[in-house]
């Protein structure tokens, strides 16, 4: 069964400041995120380019996955979005197909950021449950990463 969730969170910093944090994850999150975070490490490519391949370790604040390997399947700088695929891990188990797709749109004024965040899966069985927490901990991520660059 093809399900998505979708999530939009407001932030106070800029679009611009936004984007290059979340283009540069791989070594912020584990950084200013460590009770979700343990390594982001590129194991493929650049970690910028599609086709680029990353493994997310995860903190014991994360419930369920401790790991993910994630495909980059569009990096687009103009439009600030980026998509992803889970290909290992344990949601790769749990679901046929796992996408993630982020986009960070400037509000008017520049006043702060709309963060569109949306994934699209398919249930291996009908007894995995809606990847809720997965929502959960994405707002939790984003919320938490615009305090630090508001204050850094």
Do not use: C, H
């Not at 600030?80 to 188990?93: C, H, M, N, P, Q």
């Not at 960070?104 to 569109?116: F, H, R």
């Amino acid at each position: 069964m093809v399900g998505k969730l979708e999530l939009e969170v407001v932030t106070k910093s800029s679009a611009d400041k936004f984007w290059g944090a979340i283009r540069n994850s791989s070594e912020l999150f584990p950084k200013i995120l460590p009770e979700q975070f343990k390594s982001i490490e590129v194991v493929e490519g650049d970690g910028q380019s599609v086709g680029s391949v990353r493994l997310v370790q995860y903190a014991e604040g994360v419930p369920i996955v401790t790991f993910t390997k994630e495909k980059l399947e569009i990096a687009d700088e103009e439009n600030k979005t980026v998509s992803y695929t889970v290909i290992d891990g344990e949601l790769a188990t749990l679901f046929k197909s796992f996408k993630a797709t982020l986009q960070v749109v400037p509000l008017p004024q520049g006043e702060g950021a709309l963060v569109k965040w949306n994934i699209e899966y398919d249930k291996a069985s009908d007894e995995v449950p809606d990847p809720n927490l997965v929502q959960e901990t994405a707002k939790k991520t984003f919320t938490d990463l615009d305090d630090y660059l508001l204050n850094n």
